[in-house]
T-cell receptor, first 114, second 111 residues
Framework: NAGVMQNPRHLVRRRGQEARLRCSPMKGHSHVYWYRQLPEEGLKFMVYLQKENIIDESGMPKERFSAEFPKEGPSILRIQQVVRGDSAAYFC????????????FGPGTRLTVT | GQNIDQPTEMTATEGAIVQINCTYQTSGFNGLFWYQQHAGEAPTFLSYNVLDGLEEKGRFSSFLSRSKGYSYLLLKELQMKDSASYLCAVRATAGANNLFFGTGTRLTVIP
């Protein structure tokens, strides 16, 4: 009965490199959400996806960030040309869908940009 | 815009009861969630309220008043392991499934 899985748990990148964060939702869940948490701040919504579709990307920065949830395999959050300000914890959550649609979170990926 | 307010920090004694308040102003409302987050770990789901009233689950209860834009999380018989951040989150509309989170309340339980 695995929960939401994320990898890697820790990722170090130099400025200008690319970061790829992976998320496998809980079994039976087809809705995936990505959030970012900066130190001492609340979780901020980035993007909501269902299989092969981006439903809401209103919280995603317009440049350098992209997300996908392919038919097969995990959801991926991709950050190109990382900058120091991208250093944060990135959490993925999944849900079964309406009506309650409660979200269950993965352990997060801590990205450090040096 | 969306605004969710919680106290930044609280301290309570082991065995006691503590109430963590949350007020919100959002463009719509379709449910309020409470999560617990230990330092360096993932948020874990505690409770969900969509109608006014009290939801009880063991040592944890959550209350909602939609007309006042107000919720609280009540923790009874506090244990040391309850030291964590407690996050209030609102789902603003039925169509959008993302949650708006407050910055969280850091609770410290002392002996």
């Amino acid at each position: 009965n695995a929960g939401v899985m994320q990898n890697p748990r820790h990722l170090v990148r130099r400025r200008g490199q690319e970061a790829r964060l992976r998320c496998s939702p809980m079994k039976g869940h087809s809705h995936v959400y990505w959030y970012r948490q900066l130190p001492e701040e609340g979780l901020k919504f980035m993007v909501y996806l269902q299989k092969e579709n981006i439903i809401d990307e209103s919280g995603m920065p317009k440049e350098r960030f992209s997300a996908e949830f392919p038919k097969e395999g995990p959801s991926i959050l991709r950050i190109q040309q990382v900058v120091r300000g991208d250093s944060a914890a990135y959490f993925c959550a999944s849900s079964r869908g309406p009506p309650r649609n409660e979200q269950y979170f993965g352990p997060g990926t801590r990205l450090t940009v040096t | 815009g969306q605004n969710i307010d919680q106290p930044t920090e609280m301290t309570a004694t082991e065995g006691a009861i503590v109430q963590i308040n949350c007020t919100y102003q959002t463009s719509g409302f379709n449910g309020l969630f409470w999560y617990q987050q230990h330092a360096g770990e993932a948020p874990t789901f505690l409770s969900y309220n969509v109608l006014d009233g009290l939801e009880e689950k063991g040592r944890f209860s959550s209350f909602l008043s939609r007309s006042k834009g107000y919720s609280y999380l009540l923790l009874k018989e506090l244990q040391m392991k309850d030291s964590a951040s407690y996050l209030c989150a609102v789902r603003a509309t039925a169509g959008a499934n993302n949650l708006f989170f407050g910055t969280g309340t850091r609770l410290t339980v002392i002996p």
